[in-house]
């Protein structure tokens, strides 16, 4: 464990940066509870009137992207294995496609406030209820997490103090969205976001000076057998693949931007369908290089200590610490600087819950107190969705109390986020994408595809998948970090004291076979087993007939990848639904489906530049 007695320590520079970071961002939710309509309206208080810049939409669209776990735990992954996390940019790039082109004009078209509307008009009140509620229990425990997990991993190294920090973030963040609304949660996301891409340039400069530069930054990782991205291995339970990092990845994070309510909720604040897609494109954009960020962080870091490693050596007992440690050894000599950087793990978690919190009050809003009173007037809906956003804050701060309690569990909670968006993502291509779907098939898809997310996450957690490693060692510590390289590093691979390269049980059941599969394939399973579960159920019930399904609920695969197929090849390819309707109060549906017979409708831009 780190010497508590020796370790630098915050300084009381660095709490004044700190607590600044936090000022910002409360006066932020003061200015636009004071400014404009005064949040006096559910539109200006979910949906920021829907007249929003692309640039801050785009940028609070990066900063939701960034939790503070991905922060701390980006960097650490690549310090222990290596960079094959950056193809994940990839993956970003297939996920800004399909959001753009799938599944954002249905919810452009329907002009919803909640994501889960959607299920109700294509199956029952029922699905959208299961729906909201898988979202909410999703949202409750990572909100709770993302809040208390650095929290915990700063105050073992910083000296931070932990209940301070974990009530810091919750008071202030629901502070400024309740008051401040969309508005307060974008901007704040942008200052934010600034704040972590400044943290992790930082780091990545004073930790190349310290080592010699980026290129023996590349050297030292290359020799530590760190820099491999291309494995082409088709094995779906090697960790990271080219196949598990891109396609899996896609299906991961579409599940987050195509049908997430937080993210769903972010485009709709801008003007239409051509604004939010430049939005879409400058997130798509921004995540790439923050990943590229991170990941180069991590880098930076390994070339750091690659001889002698801080958990082999006792000094933190955690990989979620490794970056609280490198900032402390980096910058303790530079009062301020610490502060800043621990505001870029902090601004990640506030741009998390934030978004969250106006999420949940916007999904409970319409998907349960509009259900119970439907002709509530405007001014009480306006402050019962204030009153949600307050009260989950409330419930986000005892959760992290409850997480304080999870121990080991806190990593199994963390992957129950990731295993609950690809049956989500699952259910939405179901009604989509399949006329044929009906609600008994989209009930039994979605619990069908819970099951057995959880049931391969969970049992995972007993049964862990075999993991290569590349090596780390202690056995260079009194040459100094950064210096082992002038050792030969077959020499360095042959000692004793470093880090298996396989981690192998000593018995394992039939049945653990499939709990080896890459957390990278968790999303696309289930999306599979929804889709796979949810079309037989609904043939076997008797299917829908695509010509009752109306066309707004859908999206035509052929006409929006394939438009230049001729008339004869899509119409029958377009499974009976009649996408020859107009939508006349849709701004750019001929960019969508180009059908015959379709008229251009002149586009309305509303938006703010």
């Known amino acids: 464990m780190v010497d508590v007695e020796n370790a630098p320590r915050f300084?009381?520079?660095?709490?004044?940066?700190?607590?600044?970071?936090?000022?910002?961002?409360?006066?932020?939710?003061?200015?636009?509870?004071?400014?404009?309509?005064?949040?006096?309206?559910?539109?200006?208080?979910?949906?920021?009137?829907?007249?929003?810049?692309?640039?801050?939409?785009?940028?609070?669209?990066v900063a939701s992207f960034i939790s503070a776990i991905t922060f701390l735990g980006t960097p650490a992954e690549n310090y222990i294995y290596g960079p094959m996390f950056m193809l994940y940019g990839f993956s970003y790039v297939f996920t800004g496609f399909a959001?753009?082109?799938?599944?954002?004009?249905?919810?452009?078209?329907?002009?919803?406030?909640?994501?889960?509307?959607?299920?109700?008009?294509?199956?029952?009140?029922?699905?959208?209820?299961?729906?909201?509620?898988?979202?909410?229990?999703?949202?409750?425990?990572?909100?709770?997490?993302?809040?208390?997990?650095?929290?915990?991993?700063?105050?073992?190294?910083?000296?931070?103090?932990?209940?301070?920090?974990?009530?810091?973030?919750?008071?202030?963040?629901?502070?400024?969205?309740?008051?401040?609304?969309?508005?307060?949660?974008?901007?704040?996301?942008?200052?934010?976001?600034?704040?972590?891409?400044?943290?992790?340039?930082?780091?990545?400069?004073?930790?190349?000076?310290?080592?010699?530069?980026?290129?023996?930054?590349?050297?030292?990782?290359?020799?530590?057998?760190?820099?491999?991205?291309?494995?082409?291995?088709?094995?779906?339970?090697?960790?990271?693949?080219?196949?598990?990092?891109?396609?899996?990845?896609?299906?991961?994070?579409?599940?987050?931007?195509?049908?997430?309510?937080?993210?769903?909720?972010?485009?709709?604040?801008?003007?239409?369908?051509?604004?939010?897609?430049?939005?879409?494109?400058?997130?798509?954009?921004?995540?790439?290089?923050?990943?590229?960020?991170?990941?180069?962080?991590?880098?930076v870091m390994y070339a750091k200590y690659a001889g002698c490693d801080p958990m082999l050596r006792g000094d933190v007992a955690k990989s979620d610490q490794l970056i609280p440690y490198l900032v402390m050894d980096l910058f303790s000599d530079m009062p301020g600087l610490p502060g800043l950087i621990t505001s870029a793990v902090f601004s990640a978690a506030l741009s998390t819950v934030s978004s969250g919190l106006n999420s949940l009050a916007a999904v409970y809003g319409e998907d349960v107190v509009k259900l119970i009173w439907p002709n509530i007037e405007e001014r009480k809906y306006t402050m019962i969705t204030k009153a949600l956003a307050g009260f989950f804050g409330v419930v986000c701060i005892g959760m992290a109390v409850v997480a304080s309690f999870m121990g080991d569990v806190l990593q199994t909670a963390l992957s129950i986020f990731g295993m609950i968006g690809g049956p989500l993502l699952g259910l939405f291509s179901l009604g989509i994408f399949f006329p044929w779907a009906n609600t008994k098939g989209a009930i039994s898809g979605l619990l069908s595809g819970l099951v057995m997310a959880f049931w391969i996450g969970i049992g995972a957690q007993f049964y862990p998948p075999v993991v290569n490693k590349p090596p780390l060692t202690i056995d260079y510590c009194e040459f100094g970090e950064g210096n082992y390289s002038m050792y030969n590093s077959t020499d360095m691979y042959s000692t004793t004291t470093m880090i298996s390269i396989t981690d192998m049980p000593e018995e394992r059941p039939a049945v653990a076979k499939l709990y080896s599969l890459s957390y990278a394939w968790y999303s696309a399973v289930a999306w599979l087993t929804v889709l796979f579960v949810g079309l037989i159920v609904s043939f076997a019930t008797g299917p829908t007939d695509p010509a009752d399904v109306d066309p707004k609920l859908c999206c035509s695969l052929v006409d929006t990848m394939y438009c230049c197929l001729p008339e004869k090849i899509k119409k029958p390819l377009r499974c009976g639904v009649r996408y020859d309707e107009q939508f006349t109060h849709v701004d750019d549906v001929h960019d969508e489906y180009k059908v015959v017979g379709g008229k251009n409708i002149d586009s309305k831009d509303e938006t703010k530049f």
């Not at 200015?31 to 640039?55: D, R």
């Not at 760190?226 to 991961?252: A, E, K, M, N």
């Open 99 to 299: 959001t753009a082109y799938m599944f954002m004009p249905v919810f452009y078209r329907l002009n919803v406030t909640s994501a889960y509307e959607y299920l109700e008009k294509r199956f029952s009140k029922t699905v959208r209820l299961m729906g909201m509620v898988t979202f909410s229990l999703q949202m409750v425990i990572y909100m709770g997490i993302v809040i208390y997990a650095p929290s915990l991993a700063l105050n073992a190294v910083t000296g931070l103090d932990l209940w301070g920090a974990v009530f810091a973030i919750g008071i202030v963040c629901t502070f400024y969205t309740t008051i401040g609304g969309m508005k307060a949660v974008l901007w704040t996301d942008v200052f934010q976001v600034t704040v972590m891409v400044i943290g992790f340039l930082a780091i990545i400069i004073r930790g190349s000076m310290d080592v010699g530069g980026l290129d023996r930054v590349w050297n030292i990782s290359a020799e530590g057998g760190r820099i491999q991205f291309f494995d082409f291995d088709p094995d779906p339970t090697v960790r990271h693949t080219f196949w598990s990092v891109v396609i899996g990845g896609t299906f991961t994070w579409t599940a987050v931007y195509g049908v997430n309510q937080s993210q769903v909720q972010r485009y709709l604040t801008c003007g239409n369908q051509s604004v939010a897609r430049i939005a879409l494109l400058i997130s798509t954009i921004g995540m790439v290089i923050v990943v590229c960020l991170a990941c180069l962080s991590g880098l």
């Open 11 to 61: 300084s009381i520079a660095d709490y004044l940066v700190f607590i600044s970071m936090l000022i910002v961002s409360a006066g932020i939710g003061v200015y636009h509870a004071l400014t404009g309509g005064k949040q006096k309206t559910t539109n200006e208080f979910l949906l920021a009137n829907q007249n929003m810049n692309p640039i801050p939409v785009g940028c609070s669209l």
